[in-house]
């Protein structure tokens, strides 16, 4: 019975490929059929953005997610001690193929950075010569992959002159390095000029305070990605509890967020950036007044990539309220969690949030009126020595 239906099927096939009119009709279809899928891709790009984006985020998630487990891994075999293990890991052909400026990267330089601590804990010079040297290597312009390397050439044999005269350079030409700054500072120690150490830590602490200052930008708007979840929720809610007339509303909100140009129109105009140097005071805390749009759900704070500053403590104050932002509620990238701290540790580092409660403030008007919002936060430095200061130098 199948071998009569595909000789059916070729029949039919070959009656298409025999008539030029048939031909031509089956190839115009096929040319419409691809025009209409060119059409409505074009409309999804050009229209839908949180598709397009949502679409994006997922196929950059899907490839980084194999790589952060790894990242996990590795943490957790370094506070276990198990270096081998990392350096096994680094030496996976996926790993090794990662280069400077892929979206991974900064999690290869973040594995290699605490390898390099763990290592030199432990006096494994050899070792860590090696991976700084890989580092070097990925980015010439890696101030702290120099400095672990001049630090393990300072401990090889017939090197030490060689690595301690490399650290002092390379302090000369970068002083608000903190690890190299540390890395000098010890080797003036151990050579016996205390007071050439002290001076090293009293000069990075200084330049770096003014550094720390400088550079800092909030982002803030109103995203779709912040909004449908609740409109979500408040449209299922109804239907559960079959409230229909609230359904009803709630259904036409979710899909005028969703689809309607005007709703897209009101996002984008709603998004803004302002630059700041940072005013501090003598606990080291930070108040930034914001005239934002008053429709906005979410902020974004950049600091300035400096190593080692460190945020903590994020609050808004609005309409008389203050908020403080739980570590769960952040997002963030090129930066940690040490202790309560959001230390950089990369390249680009943000932290974001979604404004609490922007549902009652604003609703869905058109964001015509501004709101005053005062974005506070402590911010501070980890020194050579490990602690944190502030700006007026008080120890945190």
């Known amino acids: 019975m199948r071998m009569i239906r595909l000789t059916e099927c070729f029949k ?69 001690g198990k270096t081998n293990s990392v350096i096994s890991l680094l030496n996976q052909d996926d790993w090794k193929q990662i280069q400077f400026g892929d979206r991974v990267y900064p999690l290869k330089r973040q594995i290699l950075l605490r390898l390099f601590g763990q290592l030199e804990g432990v006096e494994r010079y050899k070792d860590l010569h090696y991976w700084a040297n890989v580092l070097r290597d ?153 005239q934002v749009p008053s429709n906005i759900t979410r902020l974004t704070i950049h600091p300035p990539g400096l190593f080692k500053l460190a945020v903590s403590d994020i609050g808004v104050t609005m309409l008389g309220q203050t908020h403080y932002i739980s570590p769960g509620q952040m997002r963030f990238g090129g930066m940690h969690v040490h202790k309560k701290w959001l230390e950089v540790a990369g390249v680009s580092p943000w932290v974001q949030f979604t404004l609490p409660d922007f549902e009652r403030r604003t609703g869905t008007g058109t964001g015509t009126r501004t709101l005053n919002v005062d974005l506070t936060f402590t911010v501070a430095l980890k020194t050579v020595e490990g602690e944190f200061f502030s700006y007026a130098g008080s120890r945190q």
Request: glycine share 6%.
């Open 138 to 290: 990925l980015d010439r312009r890696d101030v702290t992959a120099w400095a672990y390397w001049f630090e393990s050439m300072r401990h090889m044999k017939g090197r030490g002159e060689e690595g301690r005269q490399g650290l002092q350079k390379a302090w000369k030409d970068f002083p608000v390095n903190a690890k190299l700054a540390g890395f000098h500072a010890r080797a003036l120690r151990e050579s016996g000029d205390v007071d050439g150490a002290l001076a090293v830590i009293k000069e990075v602490e200084k330049r770096s305070l003014v550094v720390m200052v400088e550079g800092w930008k909030v982002e803030f708007g109103r995203h779709s990605k912040d909004l449908l979840p609740k409109y979500w929720r408040k449209f299922v809610d109804p239907l559960r509890r079959m409230e229909w007339a609230s359904a009803m509303t709630s259904g036409r909100v979710l899909w005028r967020e969703m689809f309607n140009s005007n709703a897209r129109r009101i996002r984008k105009a709603s998004r803004g950036k302002v630059e700041r140097k940072l005013t501090i005071d003598l606990d080291g805390r930070v108040t930034m007044l914001l």
């Open 12 to 80: 039919r096939v070959d009656l298409v490929f025999s008539s030029k009119t048939r031909l031509r009709f089956v190839g115009n279809c096929v040319l419409l059929g691809l025009a209409l899928f060119v059409s409505m891709t074009f409309m999804l790009f050009q229209y839908q953005e949180n598709i397009v984006n949502q679409i994006g985020s997922w196929i950059v998630s899907s490839y980084k997610h194999p790589y952060k487990a790894d990242q996990s891994q590795a943490e957790a075999w370094l506070r276990e």
